[in-house]
């Protein structure tokens, strides 16, 4: 068990029940002693909040072995944290698809699901997909509604704190919406929407190229990019929101689009059609000299986006996702150019979730939320201040 030390008895139920469900869910079971020692709270404290926490549901008695019981007499009571007692939902909303992901207490996977959606498709069929693709996850896996104790939601465009999306040029009729206020009347819980590509660096610090580093960016490539950044191992939003917007940055030269780019053929790609940038892709590795120049410009273009974000946050590591992540030629150049442009380069990796980043990410914006309710330990790394 990790030590984390709790006060008195005179501090506030809440604080020792933190402490104590921490202390448990650090082991596989605990008996009084053993989490008196870990906590540093009293005898009596520990064995008042562990009786109320099996009152809450949150912890149960541990059945003694039966050979350990003939063999020593009556063994000392044993408890665990019951990592089934609730069920988070991680939720990404896509131009081409949307997903879910669903795990336990502990953030354990224990189902996924996903819809393919149309590009053109107004909000309400979009979120009516979303809602049927929870439906079919929840329905297979046998966990009801009300046993989800928090959703978070990773969507593309700026979002504010409560949930609307301020700015959504991605998917049609996004601009203006409140996503969270929608979402919230499907379910009994708090529901917690973040951009996706701030998901997406949440997830690859947790459980991906990023973990262990707390000082991170992650670009979440295509013909509009987007950066989610760690600093200091916390989110980074921005005042409204709007940090790591790094599409719009060729604007301030004025220069081609992204989709003019990559275009072989004179005629710029459409935003959304990744199918289309993907056989740009191919091409080039195939030799094809118009689909090379192409990718060319793009990774310098992808490359002047990025080194502005390495230049002012100084990263340990850039994540490259979205799209971009499965593609060879991206990574080797972009080192190459970074080690031009930046005082101190930064390690660079391809995403290790690869599509699953968003709504991976997405979870731990719920876990998170769950675990600042229940044992109160630190700040987490996706809470707003």
Request: proline share 4%.
């Amino acid at each position: 068990m990790g030590r984390m030390t709790g006060g008195d008895p005179s501090l506030l139920r809440r604080i020792n029940s933190a402490v104590v469900l921490h202390a448990l869910r650090g082991t596989e079971c605990a008996t009084l002693t053993e989490i008196t020692r870990v906590t540093g709270l009293s005898r009596p404290t520990v064995e008042g909040v562990v009786e109320g926490q099996i009152e809450a549901g949150l912890v149960v008695e541990v059945a003694a072995e039966e050979g350990a019981a003939r063999r020593q007499g009556r063994p000392a009571r044993r408890f665990r944290f019951r990592a089934e007692a609730g069920y988070l939902l991680g939720l990404e909303i896509g131009s081409h698809r949307v997903s879910a992901v669903l795990s336990d207490l502990d953030g354990r996977i224990l189902g996924t699901a996903q819809k393919a959606v149309l590009a053109s498709a107004p909000a309400d069929e979009r979120l009516e997909r979303l809602r049927a693709t929870v439906a079919d996850l929840l329905r297979r896996t046998g966990v009801s509604r009300q046993a989800v104790r928090a959703v978070g939601v990773g969507s593309p465009g700026i979002v504010e704190a409560d949930g609307t999306v301020r700015l959504g040029t991605a998917l049609p009729e996004w601009t203006g919406l409140e996503l969270g206020e929608r979402l919230r009347r499907s379910f009994r819980c708090p529901v917690l929407v973040e951009n996706d590509a701030n998901t997406a660096a949440v997830a690859e610090h947790w459980k991906g190229a990023a973990a262990g580093s707390d000082d991170v960016v992650y670009v979440m490539a295509g013909l509009s990019p987007g950066a989610g950044s760690l600093i200091g191992g916390r989110l980074h939003r921005g005042f409204g929101g709007a940090a790591g917007e790094i599409g719009a940055l060729h604007l301030l030269g004025r220069g081609e689009t992204p989709e003019t780019l990559l275009s072989t053929n004179g005629e710029p790609l459409h935003p959304l059609d990744e199918q289309a940038v993907a056989a740009v892709f191919a091409d080039a590795r195939d030799g094809d000299a118009q689909a090379q120049a192409a990718l060319d410009r793009f990774v310098r273009r992808l490359v002047h986006d990025v080194a502005a974000l390495v230049l002012a946050l100084d990263p340990e590591v850039v994540v490259i996702g979205g799209w971009a992540a499965g593609l060879d030629g991206v990574l080797e150049p972009l080192r190459k150019e970074l080690a031009r442009y930046c005082l101190r380069t930064p390690r660079v990796a391809l995403s290790v979730l690869g599509e699953a980043a968003v709504a991976t990410g997405a979870l731990r914006l719920a876990l998170d939320h769950v675990e600042e309710q229940l044992f109160a330990v630190e700040t987490t790394v996706t809470a707003r201040r």
